[in-house]
């Protein structure tokens, strides 16, 4: 079990905290992103620029 | 195929002489560095002959890449980058050529100089020659990187922090080996001559994946 | 000999240029295309020499045997005039003559009126002295596949004969001209790719 | 096809990744689990080193996925230019800011395990040394798309880079090695020892996997949005485009 009192335990702790810091970062990061990315889609589906039903293409020609 | 890497020698060569350019900036550069460096880490003797070829490599390095950062810029804005991409002489001999004349005009002139400008650093007289001799062969594989490193950039706006990522990670092994091959003997087994070879098969690896990769760059900016 | 295209898309710097444009150039009749700025003139002179990849649709070059790449067939003279303004007339036409593969500097040099500049250095020309000097570059290697975009910028009426005149000999030996220009010149047997028409 | 329509809709990608996501995700919060429990609380400590050898759970798997991640970058870029590949270059991208996060890690805790060893927190450690090599080729390859703005255009010259680094990783590696041991005759202690002990071995591979699958997740959502974020730039460039 790990012992918080043994010695140099800082350095331990240190670096589980960093893993957890930018690990998560990374996931708030990619969720955030994602969800901008399909906000827009969904602005730009209602403004019917881009149809997202398979088999058509996906940017409608804008002659 | 040999006439067109033949021309595009003669009129760069021209060109370096009559702008004189590239071969001023890099030397202006290298001797800045060299002269700063004691200025740096004061005038202490024995410290600074045995930072001398490390410093002197690391001078030529920062130099060459320097000045191939204009390379292909030239070309590219004129237009004659796209007519040599059309011609039927294949863009890696292209870039072959243009590599080599960076060699030429900055990469060996400095290779030469730099040991002879040793003594500014306290460089053991018995250094010189393997200094020379490792500098010109790495020097090849520094401005056949560098020349990749432009052609990456070449049409970018702030091509000049992309270029020392991207090449920084290229210099280490030219680098290692080139300091080692200088003074590898100063270390507990004598491994120079071992470091020189190495060195060799580096600018070889270098000699192939640059001009390959310059010209697929090069194409994908002239899509 | 013919180069033509069907259904030809194009995408510039991430801009859809044109789509579902087709053309075909047959050895001596010159083919002029016309337009707006920015109608994509210039991006089908760079689809045919092979620089740019069309997006969509096919192009094919058939006759000559030399089927499929058109690249090492072509002359392509762009806006700029591919010229080291540091080297002189004849320094420049050496070195194309060099990389290019043969062609003698001395008809390149009359072929544009170049002769009396020869030996000055190319940032001492002015405007349409530089073009011709771009243009002198087609007298060099010859190539059976000319692309030329807006030769006539800033050329004299005196030059736009000379020009006619080279790209006349041309066609008459059976090559190909594809040209985008605003001017009519003197040339026999043209048709009109008119790009007003192209829907993008 | 034409290179516009097959990029619009890679419709199959798009429904396997949905389809998989919620399983991937799953394994990974398992594994971690698993793997965090065995290596805090039944894993023993090193009779050398005491608690900090647990700072191996983290390090070692943030190494070793940093160069997985990169030897998939450059098969992915090695796909988009041979084969010409759409999914291949959009997979490459977003696979490098994960890869980038890895590396980070393994640097960052490569130095916390290293100053309570060694006395400092950097030491030109022939690992340490290649794998801050290994940052700097991920931070081109990512300044690479930052540079170019057309992405066709910035997917082939990344291809590139990714390709040049790949190649440079085991020459980096090996000279490093010859170099750190020319001047460290004597071997300094070895990160995790010559033979790791069996029970400290288990954890390490189940944070292995963990990290993986951890790339696996995070690596199909991030193409998800990949993908999606160019298709607003093509409607919004098709907008555009319609005016002359």
Redesign the interface.
């Known amino acids: 079990m790990i012992d918080f009192s043994a010695d140099h335990i800082g350095f331990v702790v240190a670096s589980y905290a960093i893993t957890l810091a930018v690990l998560g970062g990374l996931l708030a990061w990619e969720f955030a992103r994602a969800r901008a990315v399909h906000r827009r889609l969904d602005a730009l589906e209602r403004d019917g620029l881009v149809r997202r039903k398979p088999g058509e293409p996906a940017v409608r020609e804008t002659? | 195929m040999t006439?067109?890497f033949?021309?595009?020698l003669?009129?760069d060569l021209?060109?370096a002489f009559?702008?004189g350019g590239g071969i001023g900036t890099a030397i202006g550069f290298f001797l800045t560095v060299v002269v700063l460096l004691p200025l740096g880490l004061g005038p202490d003797q024995n410290l600074l002959s045995r930072i001398a070829p490390g410093a002197l490599w690391i001078a030529l390095l920062l130099s060459v890449l320097l000045s191939a950062d204009k390379l292909w810029q030239?070309d590219y804005?004129?237009?004659?980058l796209?007519?040599?991409?059309?011609?039927?002489?294949p863009l890696e001999v292209t870039a072959l050529a243009k590599a080599s004349v960076h060699w030429l005009t900055s990469g060996l002139p400095l290779a030469i100089a730099a040991p002879l400008l040793g003594f500014l650093l306290n460089l053991d007289t018995a250094l010189v020659l393997p200094l020379m001799t490792a500098m010109v062969t790495g020097s090849l594989a520094l401005s056949l990187l560098a020349s990749l490193g432009a052609a990456i950039t070449v049409g970018l706006r702030q091509g000049g922090l992309l270029v020392s990522l991207l090449i920084l990670p290229l210099y280490v092994p030219v680098m290692i080996f080139g300091v080692l091959s200088t003074s590898g003997f100063q270390t507990s087994i004598d491994n120079s001559g071992t470091s020189l070879l190495i060195l060799a098969a580096i600018v070889l690896v270098a000699l192939v994946v640059s001009p390959f990769a310059s010209a697929a760059a090069l194409r994908s900016y002239?899509? | 000999m013919e180069i033509s295209g069907k259904g030809l898309?194009c995408?510039r710097?991430?801009?859809?240029?044109f789509t579902g444009l087709g053309f075909s150039a047959t050895g001596g009749r010159m083919l002029v295309l016309r337009g707006?700025n920015?109608?994509g003139k210039t991006s089908l002179l760079r689809l045919i020499?092979?620089?740019?990849?069309?997006?969509?649709?096919a192009l094919s070059f058939t006759g000559a045997g030399e089927d499929g790449e058109i690249?090492?067939h072509?002359h392509?003279v762009?806006?700029?005039?591919?010229?080291?303004?540091?080297?002189t007339v004849e320094?420049n036409l050496?070195?194309?003559a060099?990389?290019?593969?043969g062609g003698d500097i001395g008809t390149a040099l009359d072929a544009l009126n170049l002769r009396a500049l020869r030996s000055f250095q190319a940032q001492r020309l002015s405007a349409g002295q530089k073009r011709r000097l771009g243009l002198a570059?087609l007298a060099l290697a010859p190539r059976p596949v000319w692309l030329l975009d807006e030769p006539t910028v800033g050329l004299d009426t005196h030059s736009q004969g000379l020009l006619a005149s080279l790209m006349t000999a041309h066609l008459e030996a059976g090559n190909i001209l594809i040209a985008s220009t605003h001017i009519d010149l003197p040339v026999p047997s043209t048709d009109v790719l008119d790009f007003a028409g192209v829907?993008? | 096809m034409?290179?516009?329509?097959r990029f619009a809709n890679p419709t199959r990608f798009l429904k396997l990744q949905a389809a998989v996501q919620p399983w991937v995700w799953a394994i990974t919060i398992a594994l971690f689990a698993i793997g965090l429990y065995l290596g805090l609380v039944r894993s023993p400590t090193d009779y050398q080193q005491g608690e900090t050898v647990r700072i191996m759970y983290v390090h070692v798997p943030a190494a070793w996925s940093a160069l997985m991640v990169y030897s998939v970058m450059a098969l992915a870029s090695i796909v988009a230019i041979v084969f010409r590949h759409p999914l291949a270059d959009v997979a490459a991208r977003a696979a490098a800011p994960i890869g980038a996060c890895f590396c980070f890690l393994s640097l960052a805790t490569g130095s916390l395990w290293g100053k309570p060893m060694w006395g400092t927190w950097w030491v030109w450690d022939a690992r340490l040394t290649s794998m801050f090599v290994l940052f700097l080729l991920y931070l081109g390859y990512m300044a690479v798309w930052q540079a170019i703005?057309?992405?066709?255009r910035a997917a082939r010259v990344a291809a590139i880079v990714a390709i040049v680094g790949f190649i440079n990783v085991p020459i980096v590696k090996f000279s490093v090695d010859w170099w750190y041991s020319l001047h460290q005759p004597a071997s300094v202690f070895r990160m995790g020892g010559p033979t790791i002990h069996k029970d400290l071995l288990m954890p390490l591979l189940v944070m292995g996997l963990a990290y993986t699958f951890l790339f696996l997740a995070l690596h199909l959502k991030s193409m998800r949005t990949e993908i999606g974020a160019r298709r607003i730039?093509q409607a919004e460039?098709?907008q555009?485009?319609?005016i002359?």
């Open positions: 002659t | 006439s067109a033949m021309s595009i003669k009129r021209t060109l009559r702008q030239a804005d004129d237009g004659s796209e007519v040599m991409a059309l011609s039927d002489t002239l899509r | 898309a995408e710097g991430g801009r859809l240029v707006p920015g109608a020499a092979g620089v740019a990849e069309p997006a969509a649709g690249a090492p072509v392509f762009a806006h700029q005039d591919a010229i080291k303004l540091h080297l320094e050496a070195f194309w060099g990389f290019l593969g570059r829907t993008s | 034409s290179s516009i329509e703005d057309d992405p066709r730039r460039l098709a555009t485009g319609a002359r």
